[in-house]
């Protein structure tokens, strides 16, 4: 793996570590892709990542790292995105020494790139990636290490999944990495998408596993609900791709 830094054996931490100082965690919201940006952050080292940062929304989310007095130690994707460009390239150059992570089978360039069972970690906490494979070759889930929270991209939305008709998709693939990755978790693991087009904010394991009603079909019928979606194409792709593979070394705007 490109940057073995990124390894750490996360099981042994905890949510708080110890002190009983939990995580911080903030939540943000970019309207027009309805894409959430995750800043999660170790109050005592200060050290802190972002998880799905956009590039029109970058410079909101340098400032809160700013405000927060915390050091950002990388900007991560979980999959290259097809309805905006990521945020990394702007923050490497906002944040110095910020680096960009993306999975290695999506093909994207990065700073650093990562594989199933990788963990990446800051101060006290680490997030172990998880293959999700399925709506994009290289999506992943992030779990955090005591499986309290995973943050999933588009592999598992509240009451829905990405979709699977274009960037290698297969309905098939994302239906068992789901069913082996995410819902394998405890049920109470909070379930952070990176979207919502309903103003939700948060679900859980177990709401998942009972009531989304694609998922808790079987695979056939998953599969027939998916290959008749007929959705519209994005209307970012043609240029948020290109870019996004790319990923955080793409020159930024002036």
Known sequence: MAGAALRVAGRQLSQHS???VPILLRQMFEPKSCTYTYLLGDRESREAILIDPVLETAPRDAQLVKELGLRLLYAVNTHCHADHITGSGLLRSL???CQSVISRLSGAQADLH???GDSIHF???ALETRASPGHTPGCVTFVLNDHSMAFTGDALLIRGCGR?????GCAKTLYHSVHEKIFTLPGDCLIYPAHDYRGLT????EEERTLNPRLTLSCEE???VMDNLNLPKPQQI???VPANMRCGIQTPPS
Do not use: C, H, N, Y
């Open 222 to 224: 998953f599969v027939k």
């Open 202 to 205: 948060v679900s859980t394991v």
């Open 164 to 168: 699977t008709d274009f960037q290698q």
């Open 18 to 20: 110890g002190s009983g």
């Open 95 to 97: 944040l110095p020494g």
């Open 123 to 125: 101060g006290r906490f």
């Open 238 to 240: 043609d240029f948020a």
């Open 114 to 116: 990562i594989e199933d």
